[in-house]
């Protein structure tokens, strides 16, 4: 069972950084890329940020783009994400993701607050 163990998270203020990080337990052969994404109430989950499995290729949302930045370290099997310039739209519960060649995972999320 791959298994994935987010950390960081919580409450700050509008300008503010803020950092997560997730590790997984599937094999590094195995990981085609790894992610964010993001869910507040009410809405549907959304993608934050990938990084492919070399970790040569980003992408963003326009959404977070010049705020965000995914980085990973595959000796460690972990994916970090710096965020900055947080605003009160950032607020969600944050999910890892790995996509594998035979399917994905999620992280257990995490709670990101940014107050006005």
């Known amino acids: 069972q791959v298994q994935l163990v987010q950390s960081g998270g919580g409450l700050v203020h509008t300008g503010d950084s803020l950092g997560l990080s997730c590790t997984t337990s599937a094999p590094t052969f195995s990981i085609l890329s790894m992610g964010w994404f993001r869910q507040s109430p009410g809405k549907n989950r959304e993608f934050v940020a990938a990084?492919?499995?070399?970790?040569?290729?980003?992408t963003y949302p326009d959404s977070v783009k010049g705020r965000f930045t995914i980085s990973r370290d595959n000796s460690k099997k972990t994916v970090q994400l710096q965020m900055n310039s947080l605003r009160p739209e950032d607020t969600a519960v944050y999910y890892c993701?790995?996509?594998?060649?035979?399917?994905?995972?999620w992280g257990q999320g995490t709670q990101v607050t940014v107050s006005s």
């Open positions: 993701n790995v996509q594998l060649y035979w399917g994905e995972y």
């Open positions: 990084i492919s499995a070399s970790g040569a290729s980003t």
